[in-house]
């Protein structure tokens, strides 16, 4: 293996392909034969065991120093420039050369072989052969010289060829005093990659000046690999004395150097960062006013004597807030108290600290200190609402209600309310003390006001006068609700005048739940409004009692009731339907209505459906307060089934079907019903035969219409009978009859056919071929027939 700077070298002995022997193709050191770890064999052969005697004594007559070198790859130098073209060459030695004296030698770059090459022989009998690789663009590459031996490829030498750029200068050189390791540590950049092993080295000297003049050397400080930063230990530094610094970087194609740093080490010493802590009250501190912190903080000990001055960051623990920084603050005091903060909110504190008024370098934020402000009195108002019954003509009961609506997002949290009399002292127990936002207290007749405030540790709240005012303001007009969805309701109304300045609506579950029980209620002061929407406590299918009261200046209107569901169910099922008497075509059905569910919607109405036996489907519609009906138009002896339906405006229910027969007819109505039918039957008989018979100018009314012979399509055909006189009508009928066999019937039958008119028709057709045709003399060639026609 070649050295650091040196081309790699790897030398293999020529093989020879032995006819008969076992000896390979190609030795192992062709094409890849390297042995794992990247190290190479030279003019290695396989094992005795491996080759018979006679093959290796061949092999060494053939090659009586196998083990010197046949070939070596020179090259003007291992390390190029990246993109730049290289020349190399490879010379064969006589001791390998007289094996064959036309051997070709052949160039591998990677695994890839290359064209391009010149061979000659030298003077001293040695074979050089030469290269040039016009652009080498990869970082690293293995050059191989090989020996084309019948067909196989021996390696003769290896080198390697490494490529890439100078070193950069390295930059952003800084340098800082750790008190801690007592050292000075300096680090830097070192630039864009050259593809080349780069030695870095910080390098350094004394000086007294502005580093002009170099007085003392300090030893070189050599990073380890990888790493871009070096510390110079305390005994190679004058803390107060300047030095001169740089980094020096180089590679195998050139060196170079960073801008040179002239520092004094105390002037850049990087403190370690304090440590901060609250100060808590005591008989020497007062405590903080709300929305301040008291705070403390102690230098770091290796620093107590160096004059410092610290800055101070804090950030609320809030959504999207951003840190704010305080400063400076001297190390002689060592306490600070931070106020202008929001009150009852959590902070997180850091501080910092450098040498001062000398320079130095800032410290790390020293880690989180996390307080909490104290909180101020609550900042609010206080709508209040009350229902007051009177026990006696003394003494009444209040029922007070509140709701806290603060004036400020960062008022004091409150932690309860006082309900005292106008006039009542401080020391005197007041009328409630409560968490909750209602108060039940006995109030003398005549007392028509109250106080009623919030606290907490840092105080009470403004009072809010509470007056109890009398009804005798104008109503509201036109009451009304509507649901928007399961959870909520609008509550319209007219605005009276004059208008009040606000309203109080309250809102519960209605009967049967006890009257005033956890009922809702809220206040708007805008009394100009005409409606509000209750989103609070409401739920579905349960029925709500709304009051809206109008509050004037001195007094107020009276209240106004409505009842209302956010939504209703449709019935469960519909009332049963009942028989309760039937005909033959008729049937009157009942039922009994339902009683009024609770959260169930009205009815608005019934719908009754029957199906006679032919699948057939009638209805008819009822409103809701009916409770029966009569079915018209029925059939008599048929089979009905007939079902309700109970509709609401939330949906509709079936009752179960009720199947009926309708009666059937008697014997007697029904000889009356034949009779009437056969009657009606007969009697539109004779009135349609007296109307058939009785037009004189209708021909043969029984029979149908013969066409004329003469004007018909067929008078082309000849006839073979000729038409004879025609007889009269009364000669005709004798003529029937007689054939009957009874020849006075006959006459008679004919007699009388002759009184009413009627004529028989008989039609003789007949059809006489073509063929006849053209054998008559008398007949006309028209049509392909003929049809002759006779009456008799």
């Known amino acids: 293996m070649a050295r650091p700077g040196e081309p790699a070298s790897y030398s293999c002995v020529c093989n020879l392909d032995v006819p008969g022997s076992s000896y390979p193709k190609e030795h192992p050191l062709t094409d890849g034969g390297q042995k794992s770890g990247g190290e190479h064999q030279t003019g290695a052969m396989a094992g005795p065991g491996t080759w018979s005697l006679p093959v290796a004594t061949v092999i060494i007559l053939l090659l009586p120093r196998s083990l010197e070198e046949c070939g070596r790859i020179s090259l003007p130098t291992p390390t190029v420039h990246l993109g730049d073209p290289i020349t190399a060459s490879c010379i064969i030695s006589p001791n390998c050369s007289h094996l064959d004296p036309e051997s070709q030698i052949l160039w591998k770059l990677g695994t890839e072989l290359q064209p391009g090459k010149r061979q000659r022989r030298l003077a001293d009998g040695r074979q050089e052969s030469t290269i040039t690789l016009p652009r080498l663009d990869s970082p690293w590459v293995l050059l191989s010289c090989c020996l084309r031996w019948g067909n196989s490829l021996q390696i003769l030498d290896q080198a390697e060829v490494q490529a890439g750029y100078p070193p950069a ?131 770091w000990k290796p620093s107590l004597y160096i004059e410092q001055k610290c800055e101070l960051r804090h950030q609320p623990q809030l959504a999207e807030a951003s840190w704010a920084l305080v400063g400076p603050l ?91 009399a106008p006039d009542q002292a401080e020391a005197d127990p007041p009328l409630c003390n409560t968490t909750e936002l209602s108060c039940t207290f006995h109030l003398p007749s005549e007392t028509q006001e109250v106080v009623l405030m919030a606290y907490n540790t840092a105080g009470t709240s403004h009072p809010t006068p509470v007056v109890f005012l009398e009804s005798r303001g104008p109503p509201l007009a036109r009451l009304h609700t509507v649901a928007r969805d399961p959870h909520s309701l609008w509550v319209g109304w007219e605005p009276p005048s004059p208008r009040p300045r606000g309203y109080v609506i309250e809102w519960g579950l209605g009967p049967p739940s006890p009257s005033g029980s956890n009922k809702s209620w809220k206040m708007e002061h805008n009394g100009s409004i005409s409606g509000t929407l209750l989103q609070e406590n409401i739920r579905p299918f349960q029925l709500y009692e709304i009051t809206v009261t109008p509050l004037y200046q001195d007094t107020m209107g009276p209240s106004q009731h409505i009842y209302a569901y956010s939504q209703e169910m449709a019935p469960s099922h519909a009332p049963e339907l009942h028989l309760k008497h039937i005909g033959k075509t008729w049937a009157q059905l009942e039922w009994v209505p339902q009683a009024p569910e609770l959260g169930k919607s009205p009815l608005t109405h019934y719908t009754i459906f029957w199906t006679n036996a032919q699948d057939r489907s009638f209805s008819t519609v009822l409103n809701a307060s009916s409770h029966g009906l009569v079915l018209h138009g029925l059939e008599p002896a ?26 059937a007819l008697e014997e007697s109505e029904l000889h009356v019903l034949l009779g009437l039918f056969g009657f009606l039957l007969l009697f539109t008989c004779l009135c349609g035969a007296a109307r058939f018979c009785c037009r004189p100018s209708r021909k043969n009314p029984l029979w149908p219409s013969v066409p004329d012979p003469a004007h018909s399509s067929l008078g082309s055909w000849v006839p073979t009978i000729m038409v004879e006189p025609r007889p009269s009508q009364c000669e005709m009928g004798r003529i029937s009859h007689r054939i009957a066999g009874d020849i006075h019937q006959a006459k008679s039958e004919a007699h009388s056919t002759c009184q009413e008119s009627i004529r028989h028709f008989t039609s003789v057709i007949l059809w006489v071929p073509a063929e006849s045709r053209r054998n008559s003399p008398t007949t006309a060639p028209t049509q392909e027939g003929a049809v002759v026609g006779m009456n008799i």
């Open 169 to 299: 200068a390295p930059h952003n050189l800084s340098c800082l005093m750790n008190l801690t390791t007592n050292s000075l540590i300096c680090q830097w950049e070192p630039g864009p990659n050259n593809h080349l092993p780069t030695n870095f080295t910080l390098k350094s000297f004394k000086s007294r000046g502005y580093c002009q003049t170099q007085e003392d050397t300090v030893p070189d400080c050599v990073p380890n690999d990888g790493q871009n930063h070096c510390s110079i230990p305390r005994r190679h530094l004058q803390l107060y004395q300047n030095m001169g610094i740089w980094v020096q970087a180089e590679n195998a194609l050139g060196t170079s150097k960073s801008p040179q740093l002239c520092l004094v080490p105390m002037d850049v010493v990087k403190l370690e960062p304090p440590t901060l802590w609250a100060l808590a009250p005591s008989p020497e501190v007062a405590a903080p006013q709300p929305g301040c912190l008291l705070l403390h903080w102690e230098p």
């Open 638 to 663: 048929s089979l009905y089934h007939v079902h309700l339906m109970a509709t609401s405006k939330a949906g509709a229910a079936n009752s179960t079907s009720l199947t009926l027969m309708t009666l």
């Open 330 to 420: 001297l190390s002689q005091t060592l306490r600070y108290e931070l106020c202008g903060l929001l009150p009852s909110t959590a902070y997180a504190l850091q501080m910092r600290c450098t040498r001062w008024p000398l320079p130095g370098q800032w410290s790390d934020w020293s880690p989180s200190l996390t307080l909490t402000t104290t909180q101020q009195a609550p900042i609010v108002t206080l709508d209040t609402w009350w229902r007051q019954r009177q026990l006696d003509p003394r003494m009444a009961d209040v029922q007070l209600f509140w709701k806290p609506m603060p004036l400020d997002k960062y008022s004091g949290q409150i932690q309860g309310y006082l309900v005292r």
